[in-house]
Structures are given as C-alpha cells and as structure tokens.
C-alpha cells in the first residue's frame, strides 16, 4: 500500500502586507486536523491589485511572508510565483504545483471575500475541476455567500459538491477582523500597527518606509 500523501493548501494572496489574521488562521485550519501544512504563495503580479499605487514590490512582500513564518515548521512559502513574467493567475500556479509534486495532494485556501468573486478568475472553472477549495468565513462577508455564487453546488452543511468536480469545504475560523488594507491605511496615518503584524514584519515596515504614502 502506498504511503498517504502530504496534504499541502496553497495559500495565495497579495499580502500587502501578510499579517497576524492570515498567520492565525492558517495554523487554526492545521490544528482544525484535515491538512498538514500551509503554503504562502505571494502573488508575483496580482492580477487585479496591481495598479494599486500602495502595492509594495512582489520581493519585499515576500520577505515580509518570510520574515511571518520564521520558526513555523507546518507554514511555508514559496517564490513561485516571482519568478514567473505576467499577471499571477492561481490556475497556473496550482498546475504548476501539482506537476511538480506528485507526492503531495494540494487544496487551495481562500478567504469568503475572495471566493465572492471567484468567477472572475482567469480559467475559474478550470480551477474549481483541478483542486478542492477550503474557504474560510471572514466578518463582514456573509457565510451565506458561498451558496450565492456557486449555485451550480448541492450543499450538506459545509460540504459542497458538484459533479465532475472535487468537493468544496467551508471552514468556520474565528473572526479576525483585521484587513492588509486596514494596516496600511494605519501605517500612512501615522499610527501603531503592534499587534497586527508580526513584531519582525513591523520593524521591516519601519526600515524600508513602506505604506507610508497611500
Ligand atoms: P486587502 O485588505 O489588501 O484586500 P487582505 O487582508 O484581504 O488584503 P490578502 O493578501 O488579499 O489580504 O489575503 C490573502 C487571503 O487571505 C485571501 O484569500 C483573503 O480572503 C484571506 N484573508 C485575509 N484576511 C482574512 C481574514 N481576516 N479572515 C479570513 N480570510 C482572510
């Protein structure tokens, strides 16, 4: 019998910058006992924030993952997508894994605010036939959202299914209501983000004066 394959979730996502919801919520959905480790993957290009003039360059909002994660042997990061030119589409990313990694069996893991618009992903429907989704409920995005935009899916509790395609989860994750968004705003006003992003993340902040002109 063959061993079970390493169950990874690919955590994408801007992380402009990564802070303590995404840190926590990650290592709740491992102690939640259904996956064993967390990949970050930093978006290189994201294809929708892109132009936003408060976007740090994709290598400092790697280093800040990095800096995140140090000492957490279950979280992970990956500069995948860095290394590849254009917009950087989750399809690609979650193909290139999988090629990459037959002895790893991947999900993808997304906040509810970010599923609300997964049909306006590049290749979504793709997408949703390649991997198994576990979304996570966010304040201030209804959990009810999920039934909303894939109307397509049965659903049993927080089990959602559709033929011809894997099994969509949602997790429920205690509420964190902090944003990236939010720290930035913070950061260009001036005020404190202690508390909100990791110490070392904060002091990288400070050093490289990001966030201060929004
Ligand atoms: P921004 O405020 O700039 O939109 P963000 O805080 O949502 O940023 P992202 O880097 O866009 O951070 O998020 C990466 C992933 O983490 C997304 O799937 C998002 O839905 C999820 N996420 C971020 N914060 C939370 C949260 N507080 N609760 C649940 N999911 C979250």
């Known amino acids: ?44 290009v994201p294809p929708w924030k892109s132009s936003n003039k408060d976007l740090a360059s994709a290598e400092d909002r790697f280093h800040m993952v990095s800096l995140a994660l140090e000492g957490e042997t279950d979280l992970l990061v990956t500069d995948l997508e860095l290394r590849r030119k254009g917009p950087s589409y989750t399809l690609d990313t979650v193909r290139i894994l999988q090629q990459e990694n037959p002895d790893k069996e991947f999900f993808f893991l997304l906040g509810m605010d970010a599923m609300a618009g997964i049909r306006s992903w590049y290749g979504w429907e793709e997408l949703l036939a390649l991997v198994p989704f576990r979304v996570m409920t966010r304040p201030d995005t209804p959990p009810g959202i999920l039934e909303r935009v894939l109307p397509e899916y049965g659903c049993e509790g927080n089990r959602f299914f559709c033929s011809g395609r894997p099994e969509i989860r949602r997790i429920s994750v205690s509420p964190f209501t902090v944003s990236a968004t939010e ?32």
């Open 1 to 44: 019998m063959s061993a079970a394959r390493e169950k990874t979730a690919i955590f994408g996502g801007t992380f402009n910058p990564i802070h303590m919801g995404h840190l926590c919520l990650a290592l709740e959905v491992l102690e939640k006992g259904d996956l064993d480790r967390v990949l970050f993957v930093p978006a290189g």
């Open 183 to 214: 720290i930035r705003r913070r950061i260009s006003e001036g005020r404190p983000v202690t508390g909100l992003v990791p110490d070392k993340v904060a002091a990288y902040i400070r050093d490289r004066g990001l966030y201060t002109h929004v």
